[in-house]
């Protein structure tokens, strides 16, 4: 259920639905324990892509972030398996890197709905912005606006959970790049320092891709040490200017499959 919060209300809408969670486990993954909450890291070792399956294991309602249309059979056989309901398969941007699994996944899961930012010019059945919740069983997910790698770039947030995921605006040790697809290396910034950096230091940064292996990093260690970010905003410019990276090798292929929610 997608709510919109204000600063005088927020509206929570718990569902209860009975099914059978038995082998639904609690990963342990700085969380608290003991609680309803399931988080689950999936990786894609071509394009270096993270997908997060969240859920409520109460409930069995759940959401995927950042699916990958290679691995779509093998999400929706873990989500079967684990007896969860998928509401929502949700993107923090419009890739361009990868091809989105999520309108294949709603054909392997029917009911599914596909979400992405109203501000990425894709097609999707929600779109969200700035101050947006989605909600599954009882928790929720604050849709951050977050541009400057794309116009449509989202961090999604758990206050309960203490954890973000930031897509490709944040990454660990570095940022998205804003070399194209509506890039703007003092938009990221500004989106970084605003609405990430002035997050609690303690809080969990999930990323949309890691190239060295890390899987995680927090709030203050990339205000302490992210090589690019920690410096003034002169700077960070500078030396996203200086990157001169090659040409995306997917971005051709899709852009133009993701602007209509991975089928093409």
């Keep these: 259920m997608l709510l ?3 600063f005088s209300t927020a509206k929570t809408v718990e569902r209860l639905v009975a099914c059978n969670v038995g082998r639904v486990r609690w990963m342990s993954t700085g969380m608290e324990k003991g609680s309803n909450f399931f ?3 999936l990786f894609d070792t071509v394009s270096s892509t993270y997908t997060y399956l969240l859920g409520d294991m109460k409930t069995c309602e759940a959401v995927l972030i950042d699916p990958v249309l290679e691995h779509a059979e093998r999400d929706a056989a873990l989500i079967k398996e684990l007896g969860f309901n998928l509401l929502y398969a949700m993107n923090t941007h419009m890739h361009a890197d990868h091809i989105t699994g999520t309108g294949k996944l709603k054909s392997l899961l ?3 709905k596909s979400v992405i930012g109203k501000a990425s010019g894709a097609q999707a059945d929600m779109f969200l912005i700035d101050g947006d919740v989605v909600c599954f069983g009882c928790y929720k997910l604050l849709a951050t606006a977050t541009p400057g790698h794309t116009n449509g770039c989202l ?3 758990s206050h309960e959970q203490g954890i973000a995921f930031t897509g490709d605006t944040l990454l660990i ?3 998205g790049r804003t070399d194209f697809q509506e890039g703007s290396s003092e938009t990221l910034y500004h989106s970084v320092h605003n609405k990430i950096f002035t997050l609690p230091e303690n809080y969990t940064l999930y990323p949309a891709h890691d190239y060295k292996g890390q899987t995680a990093t927090t709030v203050g260690e990339e205000k302490k040490y992210n090589p690019r970010l920690t410096k003034p905003l002169k700077k960070f410019i500078d030396i ?3 990157f001169n990276l090659p040409y995306p090798k997917m971005i051709d292929k899709a852009v133009p499959a993701n602007r209509v ?3 093409y």
Excluded: A, E, N, V
Aim: charged share 25%.
């Design 4 to 6: 919109k919060l204000s």
């Design 39 to 41: 988080f689950r890291q």
């Design 110 to 112: 029917p009911g599914t």
């Design 155 to 157: 961090t999604y947030i």
């Design 173 to 175: 040790r570095g940022c």
């Design 240 to 242: 996203m200017d200086k």
């Design 261 to 263: 929610c991975g089928l």
